[in-house]
Antibody, heavy 118, light 113 residues
Framework: EVQMLESGGGLVQPGGSLRLSCAASGFTLSSYWMHWVRQPPGKGLVWVSRINSDGSSTSYADSVKGRFTISRDNAKNTLYLQMNSLRAEDTAVYYC???????????WGQGTTVTVSS | DIVMTQSPDSLAVSLGERATINCKSSQSLLLSSNNKNYLVWYQQKPSQPPKLLIS???TRESGVPDRFSGSGSGTDFTLTISSLQAEDVAVYYC?????????FGQGTKLGIK
């Protein structure tokens, strides 16, 4: 079964750091570009970041640029999001999403919740 | 950045009736080299991740009921549910992937009248 499972969310104080992971199973991660999308409580979806299939190219939303780093370990079939200098407005459910030109945006993880609060 | 604007923000339709959700982008999502519109539609129910319904503006995903259809090109797109069922109550989002950032519409909440 094709699935992705996020982990690493939790409660963190403003200014703190968290590292999210997204473990893929049932498919080969290296065949896909990968994205992170977040959803603040009660609000809409917001694209956060993407990484190409071999990790050589990344892109970020302006709101997280310079604070978040996306990376991947294809040997471990795992995607990461390192989040530093966290702010209250980063509070959200974070989803990993796979992308290919043949199957764009077709598989989403269940999400992991990040809460930034003192 | 490309701005995606959905209309209406909320919609109530009687069971068995047609529901139409619109999505407008601030610039064309049609790539001339491959004649594809870089737009997708999702359905999201409470406490669930989004579910992909339509890719490339009009290609229905495998397993999605054929009452769901997508249309449009360039800057104007439509998601149509031909005969609303109770299980279609959800929030619907459009999203572009023409360039980064891959912005979403604000969402349209669909309910039963």
């Amino acid at each position: 079964e094709v699935q992705m499972l996020e982990s690493g969310g939790g409660l963190v104080q403003p200014g703190g750091s968290l590292r999210l992971s997204c473990a893929a199973s049932g498919f080969t991660l290296s065949s896909y570009w990968m994205h992170w999308v977040r959803q603040p409580p009660g609000k809409g979806l917001v694209w956060v970041s993407r990484i190409n299939s071999d990790g050589s190219s990344t892109s970020y939303a302006d709101s997280v640029k310079g604070r978040f780093t996306i990376s991947r370990d294809n040997a471990k079939n795992t995607l990461y999001l390192q989040m530093n200098s966290l702010r209250a407005e980063d509070t959200a459910v974070y989803y990993c999403v796979r992308f290919s030109m043949t199957d764009p945006w077709d598989v989403w993880g269940q999400g992991t919740t990040v809460t930034v609060s003192s | 950045d490309i701005v995606m604007t959905q209309s209406p923000d909320s919609l109530a339709v009687s069971l068995g009736e047609r529901a139409t959700i619109n999505c407008k982008s601030s610039q064309s999502l049609l790539l001339s080299s491959n004649n594809k519109n870089y737009l997708v539609w999702y359905q999201q129910k409470p406490s669930q991740p989004p579910k992909l319904l339509i890719s490339w503006a009009s290609t229905r995903e495998s397993g999605v009921p054929d009452r769901f259809s997508g249309s449009g090109s360039g800057t104007d797109f439509t998601l149509t549910i031909s005969s609303l069922q109770a299980e279609d109550v959800a929030v619907y989002y459009c999203q572009h992937h023409y360039n980064t950032p891959h912005t979403f519409g604000q969402g349209t909440k669909l309910g039963i009248k």
